[in-house]
């Protein structure tokens, strides 16, 4: 596993006071330096879009199914999960249970991976906002 469930949090947080700081930026700003910013923004939600495609591309098994499933509906696979490990922990030998963490983990990192992707559109939707802003203004 290349990043734990907790550094990939880390990452979310960090993530989000950058978009922070770029949105309270964005009032001192020309409208150049609006787009310019605007055009980053969009092109670094983009970038995060691909790359969680392309996770969802190459993920197998449960994680995939788990992670399909959450976005189709996201309380039943939770009460699914919540519900396996009541009931089957006691049941698991350690190999299963280390193979059902490593699964759990993978999620984790994929939910926050999403949850960055959402920061990310929206940073860039409230830039985008702010330019048009600007353009009605004649801000230059």
């Given at each position: 596993m290349a990043m734990g469930a907790?550094?990939?949090?880390?990452?979310?947080?960090?993530?989000?006071?950058?978009?922070?700081?770029?949105?309270?930026?964005?009032?001192?700003?020309?409208?150049?330096?609006?787009?310019?910013?605007?055009?980053?923004?969009?092109?670094?939600?983009?970038?995060?879009?691909?790359q969680i495609q392309a996770r969802a591309t190459q993920a197998r098994g449960d994680t995939a199914a788990g992670w399909q499933s959450m976005k189709e509906s996201w309380q039943a696979h939770i009460s699914d999960l919540h519900g396996k490990v009541v009931g089957k922990k006691a049941e698991l030998d350690q190999k299963k249970m280390a193979m059902r963490a490593e699964a759990a983990e993978l999620y984790a990192e994929d939910a926050v991976s999403f949850a960055i992707a959402a920061v990310q559109e929206a940073e860039y939707a409230v830039l985008d906002a702010a330019l048009a802003r600007a353009d009605t203004e004649g801000r230059n």
């Open positions: 907790s550094a990939t949090f880390d990452q979310l947080t960090d993530v989000v006071r950058q978009a922070e700081a770029e949105i309270e930026a964005s009032a001192a700003r020309n409208r150049d330096q609006l787009q310019a910013q605007v055009d980053q923004a969009l092109a670094g939600a983009e970038q995060r879009a691909s």
